[in-house]
């Protein structure tokens, strides 16, 4: 037996009940594999959730096929090697994501020559603002669907059946939040537009600014673009729902590494765990947080920037121009504090999911490979000491 201390860690060669051990620690798998749920229940816990964004064309499956695993004699779903084809939720996503970015594309002739410093054409840059963050999740949203990324998180997790419980009921009550909140945005921001008259056309250039229009191609124009701002909106709900859901799962697979890897030091500081299985588990969450970031890096990254400027756009016209927004009458006062509310709340929690996922990363990256450094200086000094 040979014991290398190396910051109060000792790892423990055992040769001669290494396989002993073995079977002690495959009978501990299998029963901690009894209490845990497969990629499948994972995902089929979020269906209230993935199957409202379905509506609205944020999220679709790929071809996928059942392969059986012989080693535990059950099939497993994989998307590898599978061509990509063309199916009813993928075309419907990319026709949306298309008709987002046209819309996109129209507010830019918002502007007119005659705009010239004041509360309109800040307002103006933050509507802006605003439409391309919705455009930048929609495709978030269609990148995590077409990679097969965000399904992909969802299936490699390995949770306990009463976390899969909970999640089921925590997808429930964030469908049902994102809805009311979509239709509370809806009352607040679009019955304006049709109670107001001509006093809102600038939000629907070129129509009605650049292009006149008859009363009734007006009306038309107005529900084209209510529908427009509901698909937005609810990228933005939901997106960060979806965010939250999948950074919620990767810290708590975190926060059980940590756990498991706590528990096998014993109480001299012996580590008596399986090097290989904490850094295959370790390596498997790297990559969790690998495909998570190919589509998470989008919607925070715009989230970002889009909520800030909005924050200080919005901020700086209420303080500097408050005869011409928040004091103008009850209904603008309500548009603003609203649209100002709903950006701090979608700022505020773009940054905790990346530092919450960024703390727990580090944390188990720190103590994985603190013990891969014993066990290299074990291997070290056992090498050394034979050829001595």
């Known amino acids: 037996m040979e014991q290398v201390n190396h910051s109060e860690i000792i790892v423990t060669e055992r040769p001669n009940v290494e396989a002993s051990e073995e079977s002690n620690t495959s009978l501990t798998d299998v029963e901690e594999q009894l209490q845990l749920a497969d990629g499948d229940a994972v995902l089929k816990c979020f269906s209230p959730l993935l199957n409202s964004m379905k509506v609205f064309g944020l999220y679709f499956t790929q071809a996928s096929r059942r392969i059986h695993d012989a080693s535990t004699s059950t099939s497993r779903t994989t998307d590898s090697q599978v061509p990509t084809k063309w199916n009813g939720g993928r075309i419907y996503a990319i026709v949306i994501l298309l008709v987002i970015w046209l819309h996109a594309a129209r507010m830019l002739s918002i502007f007119h020559m005659t705009d010239k410093f004041g ?9 802006i603002s605003a439409v391309w963050l919705g455009a930048l999740q929609y495709t978030a949203c269609f990148v995590a669907s077409q990679t097969g990324n965000l ?15 909970r999640y089921h009921r925590l997808a429930i009550i964030h469908t049902i939040l994102c809805w009311v909140s979509v239709l509370a945005d809806t009352n607040v921001y679009l019955l304006p537009l049709f109670i107001m008259g001509h006093s809102l056309h600038s939000s629907m250039t070129p129509i009605g600014v650049h292009v006149f229009v008859t009363d009734d191609q007006l009306t038309l124009a107005k529900v ?42 014993g109480g001299r500081g012996e580590f008596q765990g399986s090097i290989r299985e904490f850094r295959r588990r370790h390596q498997k969450l790297s990559q969790s947080v690998h495909n998570a970031d190919q589509f998470m890096m989008i ?25 011409e927004t928040v004091g103008k009458d009850a209904m603008s006062a309500l548009i603003y504090v609203c649209w100002l509310a709903t950006t701090l709340f979608g700022l505020t929690l773009t940054a905790y999911q990346g530092i919450a996922i960024n703390h727990v990363v580090c944390a188990a990256q720190s103590d994985v490979l603190l013990t891969v450094m014993c066990v290299t200086l074990l291997k070290v000094v056992c090498n050394y000491s034979s050829y001595l």
Not at 151 to 165: C, G, N
Not at 229 to 252: E, G, K, P, Q, R
């Open 119 to 127: 509360s309109l054409l800040l307002l103006k840059l933050a509507a």
């Open 151 to 165: 399904e992909q998180v969802f299936t490699d997790a390995v949770l306990p059946k009463s976390d899969v419980a």
């Open 224 to 265: 084209m673009l209510a529908s427009l701002f509901i698909f937005a909106d609810f990228a933005l709900f939901f997106s960060h729902s979806v965010n939250y859901m999948v950074t919620s799962i990767l810290c708590d697979q975190f926060r059980a590494l940590n756990k498991d890897f706590h528990l096998a030091i």
């Open 299 to 323: 919607s925070n990254v715009a989230g970002f920037f889009c909520q800030i400027v909005n924050v200080i756009l919005i901020a700086y016209c209420s303080i500097f121009f408050r005869n």
